[in-house]
Every structure is written in structure tokens, then in C-alpha cells.
């Protein structure tokens, strides 16, 4: 068994796969920061994230990946540790 730890100055999150999405959809964000207008970003994709959290099991999950102004292409998780928590609202 392997026992790989994430040095404590990288995120808990590894982002593994990025799969593209061609369907020229949208994301809509809320942000929970207290502004109150609406993001809405183009959906470049999907990504599969691994979180590894100390004493826990991973955990594996798909997320969105848009495209963003300052980032580029940036998985959602990754973009709320930028800017702040996010509500994805609708792809559309």
C-alpha cells in the first residue's frame, strides 16, 4: 500500500484528469462573498478531483472547468480557493 501525504503547503486537492467539453455551454456562479451580482463563465470542461484529507479516505469527484478571465481554464474548487465560495447555479 502506498501512503502518499500532500505536503502541508499544497492544497488538499489533486486535480487529475481534465475532460474538454465542446458544447459552448455556460456556467452561472453566485458568489457567497457578498457580492451580489452573477458570474457567468464558459464551460471548458470537466475535471476529476481527488481530495486527500489526513486520516480520511479520498475522495474522488467530477467538477466543472471554466473558463476565467485572470485564471484561464480553472476547475471550480481551484477557483473558490481564489476568489472565495461559489453556488454553481445552472450550465446552461
Known amino acids: 500500500m502506498i501512503n502518499y ?3 502541508p503547503e499544497d492544497s488538499d486537492r489533486i486535480v487529475t484528469q481534465l475532460i474538454p467539453d465542446t458544447t ?4 452561472q456562479f453566485r ?3 457578498g457580492f451580489d451580482d452573477m458570474e457567468y463563465l464558459p464551460l471548458m470542461g470537466w475535471a476529476i478531483v481527488i481530495r486527500v484529507r489526513p486520516g480520511q ?5 467530477f467538477e466543472p472547468v ?21 453556488t454553481l447555479l445552472d450550465i446552461a
Open 5 to 7: 501525504r500532500i505536503p
Open 31 to 33: 458568489s457567497e462573498a
Open 57 to 61: 479516505l479520498p475522495e474522488v469527484f
Open 66 to 86: 471554466v473558463e476565467d478571465r485572470c485564471h484561464g481554464p480553472i476547475a471550480l474548487g481551484d477557483l473558490e480557493e481564489e476568489v472565495g465560495p461559489l
Open 24 to 27: 459552448g455551454k455556460t456556467a
